[in-house]
Structures are given as structure tokens and as C-alpha cells.
């Protein structure tokens, strides 16, 4: 374990450059109130500094401990999440029973967040999904009784800010469904770009959202693998209030970042290349000054693009969902 003694107090506001491991080392235990987690998969990527091609147990190693300081800096109510791909999903998860026998977290949802525009692959299924790990700190871990986590949960978890209409409110016409919606499932599908509907709007019982492909116009186009945010807006609204810290070990072009600045949280990260801790604060305070993601035209980034000959997939338009739903939860 890292040791339990800070050294420094917590920054707020910022993106620390140099190595995540090393930086939570020397902030306080029980700070942050969300961590969300996207590392390096170690599966050949470009990035400016970091090589991603370690060996296996290194990785495995460097996995473990830089989850056991995340585990440290999360507050007892706070709440982490770990984005990882296939390479690395089972080791990372058996580390994380691990500390939940310690008590240190307590594991809730094992996500599969399933994308369009993943890499094409030659000669096996193409790659369309990522998990996403969810738990809960320490304070959960020391309740025996189920129901009471159920009636009082010793951590932040909005249901009615992420609430979706269920199939009993949109399809059913059923006076049993509850008029504020069900929660998502636990398989996320996000693709906005074929549809002009928020994901929380109450058209939606799925996410729709794809990976940014290099024409989208939120892609930053300076880091090889930026998250949408609307992936992160959905944790952030689930999983903290306005002014809870947000805190990203790898804050990459920001995106987590961006989102908390948008939702109005605090937000801290740590960044291992200079280049792109600049470059995503920038972004982030385009975020928080302006209310809105930062846009880069084709252009800008390099890219010719021509008129997409007709839409890729089907269409739902906002005019048929309004006309049929029952929806009264948020939206
Ligand atoms: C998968 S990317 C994160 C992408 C980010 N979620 C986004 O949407 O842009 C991982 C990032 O971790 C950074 N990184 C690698 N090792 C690190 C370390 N030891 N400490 C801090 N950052 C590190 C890399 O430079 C890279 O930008």
C-alpha cells in the first residue's frame, strides 16, 4: 500500500504533469469524491511519451498500484471507475476483489460499454467494446446489512439523473411503471451522431454513442485515444454533485476533465506528457468558460471529407419518440 501520510495538500482546478503514481503519492488520503480511470491498455498505442508494450507482469504490477492509490485517494463515500480493454479486464478485476476483501472498495457493476466506429480487424470479430469497472470506497465496505446500503447508501448515486424511460413507460402503456424511468442497464451504447437526441433525453432507454472517430467534431485530433464525453457525463452525473472533486490519474486530451468542468465539479488530473497536459487544459477552461465542448472542424485537424452518401443505420427521430412517450422523470 502507499503510505497513508500527505505531504502536499490537494490541488484543485489542474492537471499535475509527471507520473500519476507518484503525484497521488504525495496528496492526502480521502480526497477525491469520483475517480474515473482510462490508463494505457498496453496493447501497442502511439502516444508522444508513455511506450504502450510493456512486459505482461509489469503491467499487471503498475495496474495494481496505481489502482491501490487511486483506492487511497478516494474519499469513503466516493466512487471509482476503471475503463479497461479485453487484455487486462480479468486481472484488473481480480485485483479489485482483492481490495474488497481488504474493505478498501466495495465492486458494484461490471459495465460493458459497446461502441460503433471501433478498429476493423482482419482475421477475427472486430472490436466493438470496453469495460468499465464501478465501485464504491471504503464506508460501503463496513455495512453488513444489504438493506440498509439500499435505503441509505453511504455513497452519491443520482438515480434520477441518469434515469431512462423503461419499456413499460415507451412500448407498454403500463400504469405499473414508475413515471421517473428505470435505470440503464448495465451494457452502454452510445451513438449520438445518428440521432439529434441528448442521451439523457427521454427519447432514449439506450445510450447512444460511439467512439470519436477523427472527423467527429468533438475529436481533438492531437491524442490517439479521446473519449466521448458524453461516456463521462453519464458517470459524473450518476456518481457526484456539483462541487465534488473529479479526479483522472490519466487525464490523456481531458475528457473527464472537460465533463466535470461542464457539470460543475472540481476537477484534478495527472498527466505524464507536457504536451497534452497543456493542450487538454486548454480544453477544459474552453469548457468551463464557455459551457460548451470544444469543437475542431475537419479541416483544422487535416481531414478531407466528402458528403456521406445516406445514413449509415436507422434513424429514430425526435418526433415519433414524443409522440408516443409517457415520460415525466428528467429530461
Ligand atoms: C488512454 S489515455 C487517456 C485518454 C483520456 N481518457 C481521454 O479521453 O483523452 C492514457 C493517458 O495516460 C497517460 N499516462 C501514461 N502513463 C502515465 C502515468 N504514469 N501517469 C500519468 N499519465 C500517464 C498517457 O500519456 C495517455 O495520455
Redesign the pocket.
Known amino acids: 500500500m502507499p503510505p497513508k501520510t500527505p505531504a502536499k495538500p490537494l490541488p484543485h482546478q489542474t492537471i499535475a504533469q509527471?507520473?500519476?503514481?507518484k503525484?497521488m503519492a504525495a496528496w492526502p488520503e480521502d480526497s477525491a469524491d469520483l475517480i474515473f480511470a482510462?490508463?494505457?491498455?498496453n496493447i501497442g498505442?502511439k502516444?508522444?511519451?508513455?511506450d504502450d508494450n510493456r512486459e505482461h507482469d509489469d503491467y499487471v504490477n503498475w495496474t495494481n498500484n496505481?489502482i491501490d492509490a487511486c483506492a487511497r485517494l478516494l474519499k469513503p463515500s466516493g466512487s471509482l471507475y476503471i475503463?479497461i480493454g479485453d487484455e487486462y479486464a480479468a486481472e484488473t478485476r481480480m485485483h479489485l476483489r482483492k481490495l474488497e476483501k481488504e474493505k478498501q472498495l466495495v465492486f458494484r457493476n461490471w459495465i460493458i460499454w459497446h461502441y460503433t466506429f471501433g478498429q476493423n480487424c482482419k482475421l477475427k470479430f472486430n472490436r466493438s467494446h470496453a469495460h468499465l469497472f464501478y465501485c464504491v470506497g471504503s464506508a460501503t465496505a463496513k455495512i453488513k446489512a444489504h438493506e440498509k446500503i439500499t435505503k441509505n447508501p453511504p455513497f452519491t448515486f443520482n438515480r434520477e439523473a441518469i434515469a431512462v424511460p423503461s419499456a413499460r413507460q415507451t412500448t407498454y402503456n403500463d400504469a405499473r411503471a414508475n413515471p421517473k424511468g428505470k435505470l440503464p442497464d448495465d451494457t452502454w451504447y452510445l451513438r449520438p451522431q445518428e440521432t439529434d437526441v441528448n442521451y439523457l433525453h427521454p427519447e432514449c432507454d439506450t445510450w447512444y454513442q460511439s467512439r470519436l472517430a477523427g472527423t467527429f467534431k468533438e475529436r481533438q485530433g492531437w491524442?490517439?485515444?479521446?473519449?466521448p464525453e458524453a461516456l463521462l457525463e453519464r458517470i459524473i452525473h450518476v456518481s457526484s454533485n456539483p462541487g465534488d472533486l473529479v479526479f483522472?490519474?490519466?487525464?490523456?486530451?481531458?475528457?473527464?476533465l472537460a465533463a466535470a468542468a461542464k457539470l460543475k465539479r472540481d476537477w484534478l488530473g495527472?498527466?505524464?506528457?507536457k504536451d497534452?497536459a497543456k493542450r487538454?487544459t486548454q480544453r477544459i477552461k474552453h469548457v468551463a468558460e464557455t459551457g460548451q465542448t470544444m469543437k475542431v472542424d475537419c479541416a483544422d485537424k487535416g481531414i478531407q471529407r466528402g458528403k456521406p452518401k445516406k445514413k449509415a443505420e436507422p434513424h429514430r427521430s425526435k418526433k415519433d419518440a414524443e409522440g408516443k412517450l409517457l415520460w415525466s422523470g428528467k429530461g
Open positions: 509527471g507520473d500519476c503514481l503525484t482510462d490508463p494505457p491498455y498505442f502516444y508522444d511519451h508513455y496505481w475503463l491524442h490517439p485515444c479521446q473519449l483522472d490519474p490519466f487525464a490523456g486530451s481531458g475528457t473527464t495527472c498527466e505524464l506528457s497534452y487538454a
